[in-house]
């Protein structure tokens, strides 16, 4: 177990060391990270020959509230062990990439702290036994990318990036706490292992959901789904939330690869493989179809576009689309499988891309132009300029397109296979979702083969003749990953992805949601499946040669008019437009009609009262000086009256008050008498 | 001496030390910080012993149940045939108070650093400082109603003054607006002391006035027992009643007089409910006006945006967690059955005042003002646990108020040091200050991210267990006290919240560097001493986000007290 | 034997004259004798009504006399003074009392 805790620690000693050392240090404290990282990656290897099918776990309370204990703890299992070599793995050798391709950047330090700290939270989310701690990585995770994608914050289309990744993460966010809510009001724990065995022992009566703690109406366990779900639409960037994806290119590259393609993302499949025994029928085909209609998205938003990134940023919502695709049908081991394989083929395939990238910024820089070094209409012959580079990615594209002998293959036909069978079972509708499937096959076959053919063959575009490739700092992380695309490494027999080792090792079925039947994948359709793949894989290549074939320079200018295809494809379904014109501006508008009712009615209404207060002051004084003030004053004004009448009688004349006496004397007597 | 003693010395160094500057000579004015400084290192250690010594108790709620207890008679007067009045000078802790305590001495040494600069009336603004902090304190640790509602006015002068001498523009509308606000509640509050203290009697004292104890015996539950049952039975003369302000005896049902008129039994009707209820209505006005709960809360942003910086600071970071603190300790614990008949009605101010303070900040091109109604809108999860009445819930409503208290006071401290450079605080005017201002910028990004409720950081726990507890809210009689959209509606407020900081970030702070309207050469980066005020702040709030335990464990026993004294009811 | 009420009959002639002149005269001296014959008629009643069993008449007869004596001295010494202050010492300009 210690073993475990220091691989957790060490990224964050090393963000750490990052963070504090001050800028001069930067190259020493990188190279930190990267012994940091490596130690850190031979223990996951180590970890990951050890664990075969055992389940380590282990944990402390945090903090308690009432009776209830909220723990920290970690658990290891099969699936999470890969995960964190495969994290590690990636995180290392993206490491050792950018210690080159960020050498001459002013935020070198920052940079690499952030890194580190992602891959920290990354393996914090991968090492999680508890649901609360899953989420508190999760948001960690969030805001490290938020840091990266924003890296060169001057550039407002880069801060723009980074904000609105944030904050379309966090409306997934939103699900996972509702989430949580349900799962600590059902169950009282967020333990998965304990979540596991208490959702085995719940019921479904009557309308109602119970477990031992609590009953609740059913419709709360398909939320509860919907929230998980919402948090992975959100974090693996799938329909309707995918629109921060292609934006969060604007961070570096390298980081482009490691957290927007190989592990971040993927994070969203993972939590669903972790909960998976929460997800009700409803939610899983919820799940399926969302999946399928996003990797079809993904696939037809790649076809046309021009930045070499974006093409990679739209085929990894792809790829993420076939992976929830696959939990929602029930195989999630396949799911986890292509996640792992995915990982590999597209961080080689982004690498290779900021080697492109970096290269043409060079060339730029030469050559004092200003060109966009990410357009792939400028690029073209880089072939025999960058070898390596050339390789990597024409296997990653290969293990993408899912070739027979490369990795993808095997988990893009698991996948298939699944999706087929369950949709066998389902019957009707269901048959969208495998058929969706199939044509994405075809789309991505055929933009691959496109921005292979635009970028590596053909006559350069621009001169590049003094271009030579960099060192080993970029050469070793291409092969490497590489070599983790090829088929062999995954299963000895690299047509079937039933022999493939990883699927042995996982447990088996974790069919417990009540009222659900996880088809069971069996090979029924293998050689159908794999024979058609192969097929549209082949037609989607023959597509993409007939149009981008080198010598043919069409749709190549800038100018040139876009069919309606291609402006669909290239505004990414036009999603951004559709939420600024809808959420976007509801949420305005609202913002803006509160903001009047703040200014115009309440604190109106506040001034008014003060307003009548004032008013019914006035009249209050004036009541008080006419009317009381008054009968005070009257009162006065009466008794001078009096006294001035009184006072001329007595004009001194001493006879006359003798007078006055004599009458008042007889006067009292008459009256006496 | 320092564990009999503590509170009043809190209270009262300040109070002293006021008195003492008022009479110095003028040309000391340089000094007067330092005294105010003084004062405020001395609070420290003893809020440091405070934090230290308290052992968490989960007595119920007699005098027992507090700590650091100071028990003086004060006011009593013969009344005759009304019985006799007695008030006392009653101070004490627990475990809903410690931390409130703590936080404000710590919020009010944060503040004293930050009138550093204050140039004009030093004397005057340093004494009505050194009086804020001592009724400030004395409103958390006052056990007794009248000596509460003393502190909670006394509070008023002071702030009135701060905001309306050494304020912005609008400072005087701003003052007297915030004056006439909170006198109102004040008078509410007033209103219902009145109606308690005439319905509660004193056990201890009643009990030795019919014999049944003598005078400097301890209070047995035995004889409260006693005393109890035979008020119960209308055994006891008008004239042998002894009426208290004691708070917590006014929290003990049994203590109420059966044929007065916040009783139970009184069939009287106040405007068509029971005096009960409408007593728990006007108590929860007065301090919803303080915390504020939105409709009430149109005061706040023209008071922040007005107040010099470390008012703002105190404002944020205490006076309103005084709203908060007074629903605990007084309308929810003296009005049990109408706090749970309410709870619906106050859960729904909750969320209304969650999603309306996230949308006023959405709309707000003020930074003071955005920060002011993010503060309306997280004092919106106080209310809702505290709604909820599960232990999750209020120990989520208590750990709210003090990592607000943290996030807040830094967040207006950050507002302070633009507008000390600049005297300009519209978002619009500035963009990419990153470049200008690097270590500025990491400390409003921390502190932005800690406000909307990043993992690590104090807001998290708080609002995840406001969460929790409302959406698992307390149960009577098999219905649950808040329907589960509202939790599901608060989380919504978390997604606003991250919205408007980002936003402001993405505006203010990234892109490229430029201002407008002001003068460039004074933006200049954050200085050791300002730096000095974050980092302590820095430090708790993830402190309080990492080991929540740090103060869960202070709390727990009290709030799981609380929630059973009102469910029990 | 003069009957009893003869004495009352001039009595109160007395008086009145006295009281006559005592509003009617503008001179102080004047005044000051009708008040000595307003006295002078109550001396008379006190004497008319005296009997030798109640001889209280007598005594309050005489005790009027003194008490006249010393009005009148003083009196004159006022009027005296008054005349030395206003030069006059008729009633009707010495309204000094008014205003």
């Known amino acids: 177990m210690f073993i475990v805790i220091f691989i957790l620690i060490i990224p964050l000693f090393s963000f750490v060391i990052n963070a504090l050392l001050s800028s001069g240090k930067a190259t020493f404290g990188s190279y930190c990270s990267v012994a940091l990282l490596l130690l850190s990656t031979l223990g996951a290897i180590h970890v990951l020959f050890f664990i075969e099918t055992k389940v380590l776990t282990s944990q402390v309370d945090w903090f308690s509230v009432g009776d209830q204990s909220f723990k920290v703890g970690l658990l290891v299992d099969f699936q999470g062990a890969v995960m964190l070599a495969v994290v590690s793995l990636i995180s290392l050798l993206v490491h050792l990439y950018s210690i080159v391709y960020m050498a001459q950047d002013s935020g070198y330090g920052r940079y690499f702290a952030t890194l580190s700290l992602f891959t920290f939270a990354m393996n914090g989310i991968v090492l999680s036994n508890n649901l609360l701690m899953i989420f508190l990585f999760w948001e960690l995770v969030g805001l490290s990318s938020y840091l990266l994608i924003g890296h060169w914050y001057t550039k407002t289309s880069a801060s723009e990036a980074a904000k609105k990744a944030f904050i379309v993460n966090r409306i997934g966010d939103a699900g996972f706490i509702v989430a949580l809510c349900i799962v600590w009001c059902q169950f009282g724990s967020f333990n998965l292992i304990d979540i596991q065995s208490q959702m085995e022992a719940s019921q479904i009566q009557n309308g109602y959901w119970s477990s031992e703690l609590n009953a609740l109406p059913k419709v709360w366990l398909s939320i509860l789904g919907i929230g998980f779900f919402l948090a992975a639409v959100g974090k693996s960037a799938q329909f309707p939330l995918q629109v921060w994806l292609p934006d969060a290119m604007e961070g570096p590259t390298p980081v482009s690869a490691l957290i927007h393609a190989a592990t971040m993302v993927a994070a969203g499949v993972f939590l669903m493989s972790r909960v998976f025994v929460l997800l009700d029928g409803l939610t899983l085909s919820i799940i399926a179809f969302i999946g399928a209609l996003t990797a079809f998205m993904g696939g037809v938003a790649a076809l046309a576009q021009f930045d070499i990134k974006k093409v990679l940023a739209y085929s990894t919502i792809s790829q993420l689309g076939y992976m929830l695709m696959g939990i929602g049908v ?52 880089l072939k025999s300029k960058l070898p390596v580079t050339f390789y990597a990615y024409l296997v990653g594209s290969f293990a993408l397109m899912g070739l027979p002998l490369f990795s993808g293959f095997l988990s893009k036909d698991a996948l298939l296979i699944a999706s087929v069978n369950w949709s066998y079972q ?106 058609i793949s192969v097929i549209l894989v082949a037609l989607g290549t023959g597509l993409a040669w007939l149009k981008f074939r080198p010598g043919r320079e069409l749709m190549l200018s800038k100018t040139g008019q876009f069919t309606l295809l291609e402006n669909l494809s290239l505004n990414n379904w036009y999603l951004d437009v559709i939420y600024e014109k809808t959420v976007l501006r509801i949420v305005r508008v609202s913002t803006s009609a509160l903001a009047v009712l703040e200014t115009r009615v309440i604190d109106r209404a506040v001034n008014l009262l003060g307003w009548v207060g004032v008013v019914f002051s006035f009249l209050l004084r004036w009541f008080d000086q006419t009317i009381v003030d008054g009968l005070i004053k009257f009162s006065a004004f009466f008794s001078s009256q009096v006294g001035g009448m009184t006072k001329s009688f007595q004009y001194g004349k001493v006879q006359s008050f003798i007078i006055f006496a004599l009458v008042s004397l007889l006067l009292l007597i008459f009256l006496i008498l | ?88 000078y009653f101070l004490g802790v627990d475990g809903l108070s410690v931390g409130l305590v703590v936080l404000s001495i710590i919020i009010l040494l944060i503040g004293v650093l930050a009138s550093w ?100 015996q301890p209070l047995t539950p035995v004889i409260i027992d006693k005393v109890q049952q035979k008020l119960q039975n209308g055994e006891i003369l008008p004239e042998q009643l002894v009426r208290t302000f004691n708070m917590v005896f ?38 919803a006006i303080k915390v504020p709960v939105v409709p009430f809360h149109t005061w706040l942003p023209d008071a922040h945006v007005e107040a010099p910086t470390p008012i703002s600071v105190v404002l944020a970071g ?70 909820a009445l599960s232990v999750e819930g209020v120990s989520g409503a208590v750990y709210q108020m003090i990592s607000h208290g943290f996030i807040s006071a830094a967040l207006f401290l950050i507002t302070g040091v633009i507008y000390n450079r600049t005297h300009d605080r519209l978002i619009e005017n500035y963009s990419g200050l990153a470049s200008r201002m690097p270590k500025y910028t990491v400390i409003v990004v921390i502190f932005f991210f800690a406000s909307l409720g990043l993992p690590g950081f104090s807001g998290f726990i708080a609002e995840i267990l406001v969460l929790l507890g409302s959406f698992g809210s307390a149960t009577v009689e098999g219905i649950n006290l808040l329907p589960r959209w509202m939790a599901v509606t608060a989380v919504f407020g978390l997604v606003l919240s991250a919205a408007y900081y980002l936003w402001t970030i993405q505006r203010m702070f ?25 980092l302590p702040l820095i430090v708790f709030v993830l402190l309080l986000g990492i080991f929540p335990s740090l103060l869960l464990d202070l709390i727990n026993d009290s709030v799981v007290t609380f929630v059973n004294t009102i469910l029990k009811f | 034997m003069i009957p009893v009420e003869h004495f009352y009959y001039i009595s109160a002639v007395l008086f009145s004259v006295g009281l006559a002149v005592v509003l009617t005269r503008k001179n102080a001296i004047m005044v000051l004798i009708g008040i000595e014959l307003m006295l002078n008629a109550s001396n008379l009643n006190f004497l008319a009504s005296n009997t030798s069993e109640d001889p209280e008449g007598q005594f309050f007869a005489l005790f009027v006399i003194v008490v006249a004596a010393a009005e009148a001295a003083v009196g004159l010494a006022i009027i005296l003074k008054v005349y030395k202050y206003f030069k006059t010492i008729d009633l009707d300009k010495i309204a000094e009392i008014k205003d």
């Open chain 1, 330 to 381: 029930g195989a999630y081991e396949a799911a986890l499988f292509h996640l792992f394989t995915h990982a590999f083929f597209k961080a080689a395939l982004f690498l290779a891309a900021g080697s492109v990238i970096h290269s043409m910024h060079e060339i730029a820089h030469k050559n004092h132009l200003e060109l966009d070094a990410q357009d792939m209409r400028l690029m073209g012959g």
């Open chain 1, 426 to 531: 389902i019957g009707n509708v269901a048959y969208l979702i495998p058929s969706l499937a199939f044509v994405t096959v075809l789309l991505t076959s055929f933009y691959m083969v496109r921005q292979l053919l635009l970028v590596f063959f053909g006559r350069p575009r621009i001169e590049i003749s003094d271009l030579r490739e960099f060192g080993w700092h970029f050469k070793l992380p291409l092969i490497v990953l590489s070599v983790f695309s090829l088929g062999l490494i995954w299963s000895l027999n690299p047509f079937d992805y039933s022999h493939s080792w990883f699927l042995a090792a996982l447990p088996g079925k974790l069919n417990v949601t009540p009222e659900f039947d996880v088809v069971i994948p069996d090979l029924t359709n293998h050689a159908l499946v794999g024979v």
């Open chain 2, 250 to 287: 006014m929290t003990d049902s049994g203590n109420v007089i059966p044929d007065s008129f916040l009783s139970t039994l009184n069939p009287q009707l106040v405007l068509g409910h029971s005096a009960r209820f409408v007593g728990f209505l006007l108590l929860f006005v007065g301090f």
């Open chain 2, 1 to 88: 001496m320092l564990q009999a003693y503590s509170l009043s010395l809190l209270i009262f160094l300040p109070l002293s030390a006021a008195f003492i500057l008022a009479f110095l000579p003028k040309k000391l004015k340089e000094h007067f910080k330092f005294i105010a400084l003084g004062i405020s290192l001395i609070q420290l250690i003893i809020g440091v012993y405070l934090y230290l010594d308290y052992q968490p108790s989960d007595a119920l709620y007699t005098i027992e149940a507090f700590q650091f207890v100071e028990r003086v008679p004060w006011i009593n007067l013969d009344l005759q045939s009304l019985g006799k009045l007695s008030a006392e």
């Open chain 2, 510 to 534: 990234f892109g490229k560097y430029h201002v407008k309207r002001v003068n460039s050469d004074r933006i200049i980066d954050v200085n050791t001493r300002e730096f000095a005020l974050f």
């Open chain 2, 318 to 387: 205490i006076l309103l967690k005084i709203g908060g603190y007074g629903l605990f300790r007084t309308a929810y614990l003296m009005f049990p059955d109408a706090a749970v008949h309410y709870a619906w009605w106050v859960g729904l101010l909750g969320v209304i005042s969650i999603i309306y303070g996230a949308f006023n900040a959405l709309a707000s091109r003020d930074l003071k003002k955005l920060i002011a109604f993010s503060s309306v809108s997280h004092m919106g999860f106080v209310l809702l646990g505290l709604a």
């Open chain 2, 117 to 216: 600069n204050i140039q004009e009336r030093e004397r005057a603004y340093f004494s009505l400082y050194l009086v804020l902090n001592a009724s400030i304190i004395g409103c958390f640790v006052a056990l007794d109603f009248l000596l509460f509602y003393l502190f909670f006015e006394f509070m008023l002068l002071p702030m009135y003054f701060l905001i309306g001498l050494w304020g912005g523009p609008r400072r005087e509308y701003a003052s007297i607006k915030f004056f006439l606000y909170t006198l109102l509640g004040s008078i509410f509050i007033l209103i219902v002391m009145i109606g308690l203290y005439t319905s509660v009697i004193d056990p201890g004292a009643t009990a030795i006035e019919l014999g049944l104890m003598a005078d400097g």
